[in-house]
């Protein structure tokens, strides 16, 4: 199983980044699947989870409004759009993937190992 995420780096607040997570090993399309970060100290947060059929989706209170979760099953992708980025979005950003049904913020079976995001001036 690999999930690898790519689409991380600096931008300035205000700006907007693109998140890839590339799936590999397990049936994608079966799998509920999620994004969490991670900031410096901090503990691992739930961002945003999408269902097997990309229909129904979560956010967390934190970046509703400013991020979207989508999938490609044909591609085995998963993105995050993040707009309007603050400082305090800058983390370790990392895709997850749930044997599951519903959308769910823990309880994930597979890890990816991270993209950076630095929101800064």
């Known amino acids: 199983v690999q999930l690898v995420e790519s689409g991380g780096g600096l931008v300035q607040p205000g700006g907007s980044l693109r998140l890839s997570c590339v799936a590999s090993?397990?049936?994608?399309?079966?799998?509920?699947m999620g994004w969490f970060r991670q900031a410096p100290g901090k503990e691992r947060e739930f961002v945003a989870s999408?269902?097997?059929?990309?229909?129904?989706?979560l956010y967390a209170d934190s970046v509703k409004g400013r991020v979207t979760i989508s999938r490609d099953n044909a591609k085995n992708t998963l993105y995050l759009q993040m707009n309007n980025l603050k400082p305090e979005d800058t983390a370790v950003y990392h895709c997850?993937?749930?044997?599951?049904?519903?959308?769910?913020?823990?309880?994930?079976?597979?890890w990816g190992q991270g993209t950076q995001v630095t929101v800064s001036s």
């Open positions: 997850a993937a749930r044997n599951g049904i519903r959308l769910a913020t823990s309880e994930y079976d597979f």
């Open positions: 090993g397990f049936s994608f399309s079966t799998y509920v």
């Open positions: 999408i269902t097997r059929g990309g229909i129904n989706t």
